[in-house]
């Protein structure tokens, strides 16, 4: 089918649904009687990747599987003449061309998967030219080097060593100040009992609070006025 034909066609027709399933990379035949198709492995355990179907639908009615096994079978191609389909696949070792002879309108497969070796490391996405049969097709390589580099056994672990022992010290000075800070808040707390309001200092005696405070240092104690006070009683303590 030529393109204007097909435009023709796609401009008169509304679109319609030919698979359920999963189905990517459609391929139309030469005479634009099937599509093939690829399905991933979330199609179901043991369904092969690629399958054509035809055009004229109901969805997946007379759809026919291109393989019959699980290998990774991807990017269907037709070729011009519509005899072969090829497709990228890993079935013979790296990822390279091969194609099954088939009748475009049935679907019907006529022979085994053969090889079409391109001098590639890696091929996929084949294209084929209606007219001199050749191929066009991606590929990519990918390629690192080796460098040699020094290594002193013993210098090198002792590196590792002390590396290891400045992250320990380090670890260690970090607690032991988080720890002190938390020994400070605890010293600064005074056990008074809930009743009588009375503190117990370091040797277990007990002391009204105002005569435990009078009787600590100078610097750890400020004596003020609330502004409660200082209203209630401000002219007495103006007097003394």
């Known amino acids: 089918m030529e393109p204007k034909e097909l435009g023709n066609v796609l401009k008169k027709q509304a679109p319609r649904l030919l698979s359920k399933g999963d189905a990517v990379r459609p391929a139309w035949s030469p005479d634009g009687s099937r ?5 991933n492995s979330r199609a179901g355990k043991g369904t092969p990747f690629l399958w054509t179907i035809p055009t004229a639908g109901p ?4 759809a026919v599987p291109v393989t ?11 070729s011009g003449d519509g005899r072969f389909l090829y497709f990228s696949s890993t079935r013979g070792g790296p990822m390279n061309i091969w194609r099954v002879r088939l009748d475009s309108k049935s679907g019907k497969v006529l022979g085994a998967p053969e090889p079409v070796t391109v001098p590639a490391l890696d091929a996929e996405s084949p294209n ?8 066009a097709y991606e590929s990519q390589s990918i390629r690192s080097t080796l460098r040699r580099l020094g290594f002193d056994a013993r210098r090198d672990i002792r590196i590792a060593v002390l590396g290891f022992f400045a992250v320990l010290v380090d670890r260690v000075a970090i607690q032991a100040a988080a720890l ?6 605890l010293e600064g707390m005074l056990p008074v009992c809930a009743v009588c309001k009375r503190v117990r200092d ?3 005696t007990w002391h009204p609070l105002e005569q435990y405070l009078l009787s600590q240092p100078k610097e750890q104690i400020r004596h003020e006025v609330c502004p409660d006070c200082a209203a209630k009683f401000g002219q007495m303590l103006d007097r003394r």
């Open 202 to 204: 370091e040797r277990e």
């Open 68 to 78: 019959s096994d699980q290998k990774r079978d991807f990017f269907p191609a037709w």
């Open 128 to 135: 084929l030219s209606r007219g001199d049969g050749r191929i």
């Open 59 to 62: 969805p997946d009615v007379g």
């Open 35 to 39: 599509i093939a198709i690829g399905r």
């Open 180 to 185: 002190n800070k938390r020994v400070k808040v």
